[in-house]
Every structure is written in structure tokens, then in C-alpha cells.
């Protein structure tokens, strides 16, 4: 079974600086995808960010980032300059790509991180 | 296009009674997950369907169960209501069960 660690409970960073959020994940299959979500306080999940496993460049969006190290299992997520919006719960989540038995449409989740952003 | 809808948002039930939460993907989207979030497990996957079938269930006891209709809208069941099944309650759509999933806003279900 997959599972997905996110070692820090809790972050802050002051506005427009930069905050990096930990994701690690441990799993035998090759194919996969990677996610992280945030969720503010309305608990709405937001998607903010997907990667593939089988793609080397890692995924940018706007002023976020990954930095995906496929040997080491880790997909971290970088904000840069952090707004005030930026604060939720963050989630990393894992994906298999296979289509098949327990991978149908299951998301295996972290702990979650919460991101505090100071004015 | 309008995003994943739940109803109802909110639910006060009590030990015993059963509840039906409601789920409206996005047009388009014929896969839906079920996820309950608690402040001591986290997320987990409660089940998935896809042109009305079930096709992956995660560790939750028979009291859960879920149906898909044609348009796709799905719903999810709980019977014999615990403490314990108080949780917030999420929803998520995607094309098929491969595609990225979109959430909806969840039903916060309080049992007393």
C-alpha cells in the first residue's frame, strides 16, 4: 500500500517571502501521479498543483512549484511570494496510474501542513 | 462550468439514525470519489464509482454504501449512525478515474 508523509504539521512565513512544504511518499509502482491541495478555512480542496511521475520537469504554476525527486520519493511544494490567500492546510496526495483493482479514482493522502502567512 | 455541488452542507443526526449526503459532479465527469476527513485520521477514501458502479472501496464498515445515477450524481449512505461518523464528508469528480479529481465543498455531518 501507498503511503504519504508530510512531516510538518505547521509553517509560516511572512508576506511575499518564500515557503517550501515537505511530501514524502513511499510506493513500489513506477507510474504515478502527484498532487498537492489546499484547503482554507472554508475546507473547499483546492487543487494546486499536479505532477507526473514519468515526466522529469517538474510542474510550475504561477508562484508555485515542486521539486520532484522521484529516487528519493519526495515532492515538496515551493510558494513564492507568499500572499495572504496562501493560508490553508496544504495536502499532499499520491495517485496510481494504473487503471485497476485498488488505484480506481483513490487519492492516499498526508497529514496535512498548515501554512500560516504573517502580514 | 459549475463546479462539484453537495447537499446539503450541514446535518444534525443522532446515534442510531441514518443519513443520505447528495453529490453533483461537474458536467461531464462520470467518476466520483468519497472521502471522509477527521481531525484524528485525516482523509480517507471511502469508495468510487464510475457509470453507476462501484469499482474501488476503501476500509469502512457496510454502514457506508453509495449509489451512482445516469447523470452521474451520486450519493452516499450511512446507517446505524456512531460518534465516530462525525466527519466532514467530501466529494470529488473527474472524467474518468485516471483524471485529476475536483472537490466539492463537503457536508459536515454532526452526530449527537
Known amino acids: 500500500a501507498q503511503t504519504v508523509t508530510q512531516s510538518q504539521p505547521e509553517m509560516s512565513v511572512q508576506e511575499a517571502e518564500t515557503v517550501t512544504l515537505s511530501c514524502t511518499y513511499d510506493?513500489?509502482?513506477?507510474?504515478?501521479?502527484l498532487f498537492w491541495y489546499k484547503q482554507p478555512p472554508s475546507r473547499q480542496m483546492i487543487l494546486v498543483i499536479r505532477?507526473?511521475?514519468?515526466?522529469?520537469q517538474n510542474a510550475t504554476e504561477n508562484r508555485f512549484s515542486v521539486n520532484f525527486q522521484k529516487a528519493a520519493k519526495s515532492f515538496s511544494l515551493k510558494i513564492s511570494d507568499s500572499q495572504l490567500g496562501d493560508a490553508a492546510m496544504y495536502f499532499c496526495a499520491y495517485r496510481s496510474a494504473h487503471a485497476g483493482g485498488t488505484s480506481y479514482g483513490k487519492l492516499t493522502f498526508g497529514q496535512g501542513t498548515i501554512l500560516t502567512v504573517h502580514p | 462550468k459549475a463546479g462539484v455541488t453537495q447537499t446539503p452542507r450541514y446535518l444534525i443526526k443522532t446515534r442510531g439514525q441514518q443519513v443520505t449526503l447528495s453529490c453533483s459532479p461537474i458536467?461531464?465527469?462520470?467518476?466520483v470519489s468519497w472521502y471522509q476527513q477527521t481531525p484524528g485520521q485525516g482523509l480517507q477514501f471511502l469508495f468510487e464509482?464510475?457509470?453507476?458502479?462501484?469499482?474501488n472501496k476503501g476500509n469502512f464498515p457496510g454502514r457506508f454504501s453509495g449509489r451512482q445515477f445516469s447523470n452521474s450524481r451520486s450519493e452516499m449512505n450511512v446507517s446505524t449512525l456512531e460518534l465516530g461518523d462525525s466527519a466532514l464528508y467530501l466529494c470529488?469528480?473527474?472524467?474518468?478515474?485516471?483524471?485529476?479529481?475536483?472537490f466539492g465543498p463537503g457536508t459536515r455531518l454532526l452526530v449527537l
Open positions: 470529488a469528480s473527474s472524467q474518468d478515474p485516471q483524471e485529476t479529481q475536483y
Open positions: 458536467s461531464g465527469h462520470r467518476s
Open positions: 510506493t513500489s509502482e513506477s507510474d504515478y501521479y
Open positions: 505532477q507526473e511521475a514519468y515526466k522529469q
Open positions: 464509482y464510475f457509470s453507476e458502479t462501484q469499482r
